[in-house]
């Protein structure tokens, strides 16, 4: 063999050294692969637009970021699912307010029975003015938030007579999601009790409480109509819900990715807004049609609940005090 041939066959046989030392040397891959908790189940009504929104997220990322969802809390319950968040054991989850609102107070003004009407054009307004707020807000907790939801198909499902008049609270035993939940049925003269989604079946199965506040869609994917038959439909929201991610992981991810999820998220929460109201109105038909019987009281009735738990709203305020003004702003005007 020629020294001509020999130099270049050692010239190659350096390069691609150098090459494979270049790609030793850098970084991991930018793919990021968040999984995610979701404490519903894949029959709710919710569980396609998560399935959207997760293919989404892939699509606008072109596959660098995933987000792999785990359905009925099977990768954590609901309870645990921020700290785990938090802490980076999960990647990613979706909570209702009341399991955030100890940690970012300013959040509090999301979870009671009342808080939003079930008014898409509202509803989106409301979002629009609170929810880059509450993405400061969830950062500095070491939480991303991707999106926000608003909320609506409140309802009371019991195991005895339903809930027609304001003194029908009194005496009943009746699980709330939150503390403020539970102020507001105390202010009714009902004993709230606090229980995880997940054990509720069980616990209006024993009679360890006579009535639940869930929303419809969860009361039918939950099948709580066959343990608590006797419904109350309010139509109108309690405790948002948040879709949010590990802000370590998050971080990891590009900026025009992030942004791309962002902007993507937030178009779908708004479609969402005005979306979930029909859902909500037609799974309070669908638990008749299960075997329900669902009253829907009139604007008036509802009105006057809301007003006998109207107490929790100053309670709030001193609570969270002045860094929670935007939020008392915004919602008391509804």
């Given amino acids: 063999m020629s020294k001509s041939i020999q130099s270049g066959i ?27 908790a979701v404490w519903y189940s894949d029959r709710d009504y919710y569980a396609p637009m998560t399935n959207k929104w997760a293919q989404q997220v892939e699509a ?14 099977s990768l954590v319950p609901a309870k645990d699912t921020v700290s785990a968040v938090r802490n980076g054991s999960v990647g990613g989850g979706t909570t209702s307010i009341s399991f955030l609102a100890g940690i970012v107070r300013e959040l509090s003004y999301f979870e009671p029975f009342f808080w939003i009407p079930a008014d898409a054009k509202i509803g989106q307004e409301m979002m629009d003015k609170l929810t880059p707020a509450s993405r400061e807000l969830m950062e500095k907790r070491g939480m991303a938030l991707v999106f926000a939801l608003p909320s609506s198909g409140l309802l009371t499902a019991c195991r005895g007579d339903a809930v027609k008049t304001v003194a029908d609270w009194k005496g009943r035993k009746v699980r709330a999601a939150g503390r403020l939940q539970g102020l507001q049925l105390s202010a009714v003269g009902a004993a709230p009790v606090a229980i995880d989604p997940g054990e509720l079946y069980i616990a209006l199965q024993n009679g360890t409480v006579d009535c639940t506040m869930f929303l419809a869609n969860l009361a039918l994917s939950g099948k709580i109509f ?34 791309n999820i962002i902007e993507m998220s937030d178009k779908l929460a708004k479609e969402w807004a005005v979306e979930q109201i029909g859902m909500q109105q037609q799974a309070a038909k669908d638990l008749e049609k299960a075997g329900a019987k669902v009253y829907y009281p009139t604007r008036a009735e509802i009105d006057t609940h809301k007003k006998a738990m109207s107490s929790v709203w100053a309670e709030i305020d001193k609570l969270v005090g002045p860094s929670g003004k935007l939020f008392s702003d915004v919602i008391s005007k509804q």
């Fill in 10 to 36: 050692l010239r190659a046989a350096g390069a691609a050294m150098c090459g494979l030392a270049a790609l030793s040397a850098a970084p991991a891959s930018a793919q990021q692969t968040f999984e995610f």
């Fill in 226 to 259: 066959e343990v608590a038959p006797n419904v109350t439909y309010w139509n109108d929201g309690a405790n948002s819900s948040f879709y949010y991610v590990n802000l370590d992981q998050w971080k990891k991810v590009s900026a025009a990715d992030q942004k």
């Fill in 60 to 73: 606008v990322t072109e596959g660098r970021v995933k987000m792999k969802l785990h359905f009925s809390g």
